[in-house]
Every structure is written in structure tokens, then in C-alpha cells.
């Protein structure tokens, strides 16, 4: 009998290791880029001393941060410059936040709201697309949030006049859940 339950108890064991390899795997794979980033070394002189001429040593923004100036309550917030969007929730704090790849033509800073969706149709630029959220119009091209079917981001043709904001399938999947219709969009510099 001892020989059985030896050889059960290294079955289970086996298993439990497998799931947990499996479940961390899983979060790994699932982590911002910024977050799965290793820290820069510094030497601590640098990093606590203010530079030569300054009075006070320059402080990072913090990437995850959502934009001062976004405005408040629920809404999606499009960061230009970084090339970020969040998700921020009734009481303000960003449940994701993710990069993305705009294409050539971008809205302006502004406050809209979500005005359509489609599940799945072909883009402007020819690649198939996925959780399409609208929310604005430059110039008769629309602006919206989608993902490409292949997962690609590439850096779009400038020749073309597109208005797709490009982002990873999962990252589509949480924007398509959470932007319905008339969910406010914020466009930041």
C-alpha cells in the first residue's frame, strides 16, 4: 500500500508544480511592457544628488499615471505624445493602460464619446480588424481604437490616410469591454 499512495502523492505533486508553471507563465506573459521592464542600475550618488547647476534633482513621470488634465469619471484617456491609452474608472484609477500605434492621422486633444463599434471589419489600410470603437472625425477620416486579427502594430504608411489607433488583441479586448457607446474618450498632447 505504501508503494501505491507514494506514487500518488508524486503524481499530485507533479501536477501542482505543472499549474503553477503554467498560472505563472500566464501572469508573466500578461504584464505591460513597462512594467515587465528590469530596473536601470544607478549609482546612488546620481540618483540622489541634484545635477551639476539644478536645485533640485529632475523627477520621471510615472508612465502609469493617468494624465493630470484628463478630466474626471469614467472614460478612456488617449495620450498623443506617449502613445498611451488608459482605462480609467468611475472614482479616477486606471484599471489598464497599455501603448499603442496611431496611424496617420490622429484627433485633436479634446473631449468626445464613443459614437460606434463593430466587432470585426476590414481597416482603412486593408488589414482586418477587430473591436472597433469610434470616437471622432478628422477631416472625413474616423478616428477609432482597434486591434489588427494578426496581432501586428506596425508603424503605419504616412501615405495613407487612416485614423485606426492600433493596439494588441488583448489590449482590444479590455477597450471593446469597457468603451461602449457614449463612453467619454479623452485626447491628451
Known amino acids: 500500500m505504501a508503494r501505491g499512495s507514494s506514487g500518488i502523492v508524486a503524481a ?3 501536477a501542482a508544480v505543472a499549474a503553477v508553471g503554467f498560472l505563472a507563465y500566464q501572469a508573466s506573459a500578461n504584464v505591460p511592457d513597462d512594467l515587465a521592464a528590469k530596473p536601470r542600475a544607478t549609482s546612488s ?3 540622489s544628488a541634484p545635477a551639476a547647476g539644478h536645485g533640485k534633482p529632475e523627477r520621471k513621470k510615472d ?3 493617468v494624465p493630470a488634465g484628463s478630466g474626471t469619471g469614467m472614460r478612456v484617456v488617449y495620450a498623443l505624445k506617449d502613445r498611451r491609452v488608459w482605462l480609467v474608472d468611475a472614482k ?3 484599471s489598464r493602460t497599455f501603448k499603442v500605434m496611431p496611424s496617420s492621422v490622429s ?5 468626445y464619446a464613443v459614437t ?5 471589419v476590414k481597416g482603412s489600410d486593408g488589414v482586418p480588424i477587430e473591436h472597433v470603437v469610434r470616437f471622432a472625425a478628422v477631416n472625413d477620416v474616423t478616428i477609432g481604437f482597434s486591434a489588427a486579427q494578426d496581432g501586428s502594430m506596425e508603424e503605419p504608411d504616412p501615405t495613407v490616410k487612416a485614423g485606426g489607433v492600433r493596439m494588441s488583441r488583448a489590449d482590444g479586448d479590455a477597450v471593446w469591454r469597457f ?3 457614449s463612453v467619454k474618450v479623452v485626447v491628451v498632447p
Open 116 to 120: 460606434s463599434r463593430s466587432g470585426s
Open 12 to 14: 499530485l505533486t507533479a
Open 45 to 47: 550618488a546620481s540618483a
Open 92 to 94: 479616477g484609477k486606471a
Open 107 to 111: 484627433a485633436v486633444p479634446g473631449t
Open 179 to 181: 468603451a461602449t457607446v
Open 63 to 65: 508612465p502609469l499615471a
